[in-house]
């Protein structure tokens, strides 16, 4: 394996290894070429140019970064208690207006986990303490001096929360909503608004006529108009229909997050092609809303049709085992390419970002992970991590250490 290198060189080739490119078969004795960050061959007899940086992953697996399709990383930065906690605005039920965005520190401990995981994207959305939590960021996960510097999207999602959360939150100050019938009434009273909201800009803009925005309606008629999806926590099987239930009455595209009981109703998500992004799965049964959890409700739900992914929810399970969760959902009855898709394709695509990560194919970010032999094999380890062409991480079997490229190195010059 090579050494890291601090700059991004123009052209990088990933050569002699198992390429696994997820939207096709398997290569054997594959090349990976990047050019100025993006993936421009993928094959057997990709011809290497003069003088690119070469990487040798004779003997490894070669596949793409993974992402995670629902994390807080660098939101909720771990060892720093309340300080490093700007998960959740929970002083008003609808926080439609304030962003991930902007209170990620990119120098949390996770973010470093996730490298060694694998993992080279991240959503990172608020928390699920009110009804609407506000808006998620799609990123990678090292790069940048700034969070800016990482951004893929600066708004992909907004964050709501059904069940236990927001009842439980906003039902101890005895304010709503502190019921489930509440929760929905603040979700659909706020989508009503935006649909008058936005009727009522356009007829200012025909008119031309001064209009004040409001940033909380301005989100949500995003959502209405298909731009940003509608991320909905959603636990148990009742909310998982109330989720549906406001889907239909506004039209939004919906993401099903932690979907826990979605086995109950996984014909009609597939019917309705509602994804799911599924977990954590390395938790106890630790709240009503869990109790009917199990790792093998995956199998079922896929095994349906539904579109799946995979979350860690980090910091509830670190982000570097999210690959972990995948080889117990294939030991549970997960197909190998589902539980590979889950990782990559899927999560990218229920955002938006299949022309930039999740797969190894031309056009794509150089994002590009190398394994020391199956990822989905326990005993494998991420050796070499490339972020559009960029090493930012290798193993050092030596000193059994992983070394990050850091920023000081990365941007000395």
Not at 151 to 156: G, K, N, P, R, Y
Not at 391 to 408: K, L, P, S
């Amino acid at each position: 394996m090579s050494s890291a290198t601090t700059v991004r060189p123009s052209v990088v080739a990933i050569t002699g290894g198992y390429v696994v490119p997820v939207v096709g078969p398997p290569l054997e004795g594959g090349t990976v070429l990047v050019e100025d960050g993006r993936i421009t061959a993928v094959g057997t007899d990709v011809a290497v140019p003069a003088g690119a940086h070469v990487v040798d992953a004779t003997g490894r697996w070669v596949l793409p970064g993974f992402v995670e399709g629902h994390g807080h990383v660098g939101l909720h930065e771990e060892g720093e208690g309340v300080a490093g906690n700007d998960t959740n605005e929970m002083t008003v039920p609808n926080a439609a207006a304030v962003r991930a965005v902007d209170a990620i520190n990119v120098d949390d401990e996770g973010f470093r986990d996730a490298l060694s995981g694998g993992v080279t994207s991240v959503v990172v959305k608020p928390g699920s303490g009110n009804p609407i939590g506000g808006q998620s960021v799609a990123m990678k996960t090292w790069g940048g001096r700034t969070v800016d510097e990482q951004v893929i999207a600066a708004s992909v999602s907004v964050k709501s929360a059904l069940g236990e959360n927001p009842k439980r939150v906003y039902g101890e100050r005895k304010q709503l909503p502190s019921t489930r019938l509440g929760t929905a009434l603040v979700i659909r009273e706020a989508f009503a608004k935006a649909r008058h909201y936005a009727a009522a800009r356009a007829a200012a803009e025909r008119k031309g006529e001064p209009f004040a925005p409001d940033l909380a309606l301005e989100t949500l008629a995003r959502v209405l108009d298909g731009e940003l999806v509608w991320d909905q926590h959603a636990h148990r099987h009742d909310d998982i229909a109330t989720a549906l239930r406001l889907a239909d009455e506004f039209g939004y595209r919906l993401v099903l997050n932690h979907g826990t009981e979605g086995h109950k109703l996984a014909d009609v998500l597939a019917e309705r092609d509602v994804p799911v992004i599924f977990g954590p799965m390395f938790t106890s049964r630790s709240k009503v809303e869990l109790r009917d959890r199990s790792i093998a409700h995956l199998a079922a739900i896929a095994a349906a049709g539904v579109r799946v992914a995979i979350t860690t929810d980090h910091p509830v399970v670190p982000i570097n085992f999210l690959v972990h969760q995948a080889t117990l959902a294939v030991k549970e009855g997960l197909p190998r390419q589902t539980a590979l898709e889950a990782l990559t394709v899927n999560p990218a695509s229920f955002f938006g970002l299949e022309g930039r990560i999740g797969a190894l194919e031309p056009g794509r970010d150089g994002d590009v992970v190398i394994w020391s032999g199956d990822p989905l094999d326990v005993h494998a380890r991420v050796e070499h991590v490339l972020i559009e062409g960029r090493t930012v991480y290798t193993w050092d079997a030596e000193a059994r250490v992983g070394r990050v490229v850091e920023r000081a190195e990365r941007f000395a010059s």
